[in-house]
C-alpha cells in the first residue's frame, strides 16, 4: 500500500501499532526493574535502537547530516525528554501500569496550558475546562494523604509534563531539522544519561533497597540471563518501531484525528497489569482514569470544532 499524506485507515492501524510495541516495552521495562537498575535497560535498549536508527540515518540522509546547526536545541529538547523517560519507567517500578499510564495521560493538558505562553496562543475556555477535570481526575487516582498514595505519582506527573515540554520544543524544532536526525540525537542522549546516570550510581556506590523506585535507580548493574538479554532486546527492537510508527500516523492524519487512539494505551496497561504483575486496577483508578481520558477525547473534541468553525 502507497502511504500518501492523508490515509486515514493507514494512521489508525500506525497509531495502534505504536501504541502497542510502546506499551509492551513498558511491560518489560516493569517487568525487569526488580533485577536490573534503570540505567542498565535504557543503555541495553540504546545497544538495539542506535545501530537500527543509524543505519537508516546514513541509508538515506547521510551521517553528515548530525551535524545540524540547530544541535543544541535538539541536545536539550533531548534532555529533557530523558529525565521524561528515566521519571516514567522509575514511576512504573513501585506504581501500576494502569496508574501510571492515566497520570501520564494528563501530557496533552500541559500541552494546552503552555500553548498559551509558548505559542502566544488565546487558550479557549473549554481547554482550562478539560485541564482542571484532567488533574480531577489524577487527584482521584493518586488520593494524596490516603493510605494508598505513592510518591513516584509524583514521577509520572512530571514525566508528563517534561513530555509536554519536548512536544512543545518539537513543533518548532522539527521546522528546521529532519524528524529521523532528532531521534537518532535523542537516542544518543538517552544512552548518555543512563551511562552517566550508571558511572554515578557505581561509583558513588549508591545502591539502596528503601523503595522499589530507589532501587531500579540504584542498583549495581547485572549480566543479563539469555531470556533478560532477548526481552531487553525486543524493547529496544520495540522503541525504535513506535518510534518509527508514531512519526508516520501524525504524517498521515491530522494530529486531533490521531491522538484519541493513543488512549488504546489503556487496554494495553490493564491487560499486561492483570496478566503479568496481578495488578487490576481498583475503583479509584477506574474512575479517575475515565476524567483523564474523558477530558482529553472533549478537548479534542472541541478544538476540532473550532478548526472547523474557523475553516468554514
Not at 513498558?26 to 533485577?35: Q, Y
Given at each position: 500500500?502507497?502511504?500518501?499524506?492523508?490515509?486515514?485507515?493507514?494512521?489508525?492501524?500506525?497509531?495502534?501499532?505504536?501504541?502497542?510495541?510502546?506499551?509492551?516495552?513498558?511491560?518489560?521495562?516493569?517487568?525487569?526493574?526488580?533485577?536490573?537498575?534503570?540505567?542498565?535497560?535504557?543503555?541495553?535498549?540504546?545497544?538495539?535502537?542506535?545501530?537500527?536508527?543509524?543505519?537508516?540515518?546514513?541509508?538515506?540522509?547521510?551521517?553528515?547530516?548530525?551535524?545540524?546547526?540547530?544541535?543544541?536545541?535538539?541536545?536539550?529538547?533531548?534532555?529533557?525528554?530523558?529525565?521524561?523517560?528515566?521519571?516514567?519507567?522509575?514511576?512504573?517500578?513501585?506504581?501500576?501500569?494502569?496508574?501510571?499510564?492515566?497520570?501520564?495521560?494528563?501530557?496533552?493538558?500541559?500541552?494546552?496550558?503552555?500553548?498559551?505562553?509558548?505559542?502566544?496562543?488565546?487558550?479557549?475556555?473549554?481547554?482550562?475546562?478539560?485541564?482542571?477535570?484532567?488533574?480531577?481526575?489524577?487527584?482521584?487516582?493518586?488520593?494524596?494523604?490516603?493510605?494508598?498514595?505513592?510518591?513516584?505519582?509524583?514521577?509520572?506527573?512530571?514525566?508528563?509534563?517534561?513530555?509536554?515540554?519536548?512536544?512543545?520544543?518539537g513543533r518548532s524544532i522539527s521546522q528546521r531539522v529532519d524528524t529521523l536526525v532528532i531521534a537518532n540525537w535523542q537516542n544518543i542522549v538517552y544512552f548518555?544519561?543512563?551511562?552517566?546516570?550508571?558511572?554515578?550510581?557505581?561509583?558513588?556506590?549508591?545502591?539502596?533497597?528503601?523503595?522499589?523506585?530507589?532501587?531500579?535507580?540504584?542498583?549495581?548493574?547485572?549480566?543479563?540471563?539469555?531470556?533478560?538479554?532477548?526481552?531487553?532486546?525486543?524493547?529496544?527492537?520495540?522503541?525504535?518501531?513506535?518510534?518509527?510508527?508514531?512519526?508516520?500516523?501524525?504524517?498521515?492524519?491530522?494530529?486531533?484525528?490521531?491522538?484519541?487512539?493513543?488512549?488504546?494505551?489503556?487496554?494495553?496497561?490493564?491487560?499486561?497489569?492483570?496478566?503479568?504483575?496481578?495488578?487490576?486496577?481498583?475503583?479509584?483508578?477506574?474512575?479517575?482514569?475515565?476524567?483523564?481520558?474523558?477530558?482529553?477525547?472533549?478537548?479534542?473534541?472541541?478544538?476540532?470544532?473550532?478548526?472547523?468553525?474557523?475553516?468554514?
Amino acid at each position: 500500500m502507497t502511504l500518501t499524506t492523508d490515509n486515514r485507515k493507514v494512521a489508525i492501524a500506525l497509531a495502534l501499532l505504536a501504541v502497542g510495541m510502546a506499551s509492551t516495552q513498558d511491560a518489560i521495562i516493569k517487568a525487569v526493574s526488580g533485577a536490573y537498575p534503570a540505567y542498565e535497560t535504557v543503555m541495553l535498549r540504546g545497544v538495539v535502537s542506535l545501530p537500527i536508527l543509524g543505519v537508516w540515518l546514513a541509508r538515506t540522509r547521510g551521517l553528515h547530516t548530525l551535524a545540524t546547526p540547530h544541535w543544541r536545541a535538539v541536545i536539550l529538547r533531548g534532555l529533557i525528554l530523558a529525565s521524561a523517560y528515566f521519571a516514567y519507567i522509575l514511576a512504573l517500578a513501585s506504581m501500576p501500569m494502569a496508574t501510571s499510564v492515566s497520570i501520564y495521560f494528563t501530557m496533552p493538558f500541559f500541552v494546552a496550558a503552555f500553548s498559551g505562553w509558548a505559542l502566544k496562543e488565546r487558550v479557549p475556555v473549554h481547554r482550562w475546562i478539560a485541564i482542571a477535570l484532567g488533574f480531577i481526575g489524577v487527584l482521584v487516582m493518586v488520593r494524596p494523604g490516603g493510605s494508598a498514595f505513592q510518591p513516584a505519582a509524583f514521577l509520572a506527573l512530571y514525566s508528563a509534563f517534561a513530555y509536554a515540554i519536548g512536544q512543545m520544543m518539537g513543533r518548532s524544532i522539527s521546522q528546521r531539522v529532519d524528524t529521523l536526525v532528532i531521534a537518532n540525537w535523542q537516542n544518543i542522549v538517552y544512552f548518555s544519561v543512563a551511562a552517566l546516570i550508571g558511572m554515578v550510581v557505581w561509583g558513588l556506590n549508591l545502591s539502596t533497597e528503601s523503595s522499589k523506585t530507589l532501587s531500579f535507580l540504584t542498583r549495581p548493574p547485572n549480566w543479563p540471563s539469555f531470556n533478560d538479554a532477548i526481552a531487553l532486546g525486543i524493547m529496544g527492537v520495540f522503541s525504535t518501531g513506535a518510534m518509527m510508527a508514531y512519526v508516520n500516523a501524525y504524517r498521515l492524519a491530522p494530529a486531533n484525528f490521531v491522538a484519541p487512539f493513543e488512549y488504546s494505551a489503556m487496554v494495553w496497561a490493564v491487560l499486561y497489569g492483570v496478566l503479568l504483575f496481578g495488578d487490576f486496577p481498583d475503583r479509584y483508578t477506574w474512575i479517575g482514569a475515565a476524567i483523564v481520558v474523558g477530558a482529553g477525547l472533549f478537548m479534542l473534541w472541541r478544538d476540532g470544532v473550532g478548526k472547523r468553525q474557523a475553516i468554514g
